[in-house]
């Protein structure tokens, strides 16, 4: 009696675990990635601009990115400083580097305070921008 007990328990094991699953239905829910994806930062006194207008950006800065004060401004100003010199020398170069994802090149002077807020998204933007479209500007590059 154990025995046929186990082995009918087996069997609605089996049963239960390969019956065929629900059909899947997509919920269409109408995404704001599209329209959030443009981050902007002004500075009046500075007289300085940041836009970065890239798909998925806003949405992996939220989840994935560490936190704001993760890295001090020095940490983002020395890193921003190589990912931007070697950024803007993939520019100069549409022979040797794809021209459609180094397009313009980007004004930022070391000596110029901009603050940590752009420091952070600048960093930000280049990680982003190597590990979504395998490139490799400088360095160890974390993944997130």
Same mark, same amino acid.
């Given at each position: 009696?154990?025995?046929? !007990?186990?082995? !009918?328990?087996?069997?609605?094991?089996?049963?239960?675990?390969?019956?065929? $699953?629900?059909?899947?239905?997509?919920?269409?829910? =109408?995404?704001?990635?599209?329209?959030?994806?443009?981050?902007?930062?002004?500075?009046?006194?500075?007289?300085?601009?940041?836009?970065?207008?890239?798909?998925?950006?806003?949405?992996?800065?939220?989840? $994935?990115?560490? =936190?704001?004060?993760?890295?001090?401004?020095?940490?983002?100003?020395?890193? +921003?400083?190589?990912?931007?010199?070697?950024? +803007?020398?993939?520019?100069?170069?549409?022979?040797?580097?794809? =021209?459609?994802?180094?397009?313009? $090149?980007? +004004?930022?002077?070391? $000596?110029?305070?901009?603050?940590?807020?752009?420091?952070? !998204?600048?960093?930000?933007?280049?990680?982003?921008?190597?590990?979504?479209?395998?490139?490799?500007?400088?360095?160890?590059? =974390?993944?997130?």
């Amino acid at each position: 009696m154990k025995r046929s !007990l186990y082995i !009918l328990g087996i069997v609605a094991l089996i049963m239960y675990s390969c019956a065929t $699953t629900t059909p899947f239905t997509a919920v269409k829910n =109408p995404s704001n990635n599209s329209s959030n994806d443009t981050v902007r930062i002004a500075n009046e006194e500075l007289e300085y601009e940041v836009i970065i207008i890239e798909p998925g950006f806003n949405s992996w800065l939220n989840a $994935t990115a560490f =936190p704001r004060n993760y890295h001090t401004q020095a940490f983002l100003e020395n890193k +921003n400083r190589f990912y931007v010199t070697e950024w +803007n020398n993939r520019v100069l170069q549409p022979q040797r580097f794809n =021209p459609n994802l180094y397009e313009m $090149t980007i +004004n930022y002077d070391p $000596t110029i305070n901009y603050g940590y807020e752009v420091n952070y !998204l600048i960093y930000n933007y280049m990680i982003f921008f190597q590990n979504t479209y395998k490139q490799k500007l400088f360095g160890f590059v =974390p993944l997130r």
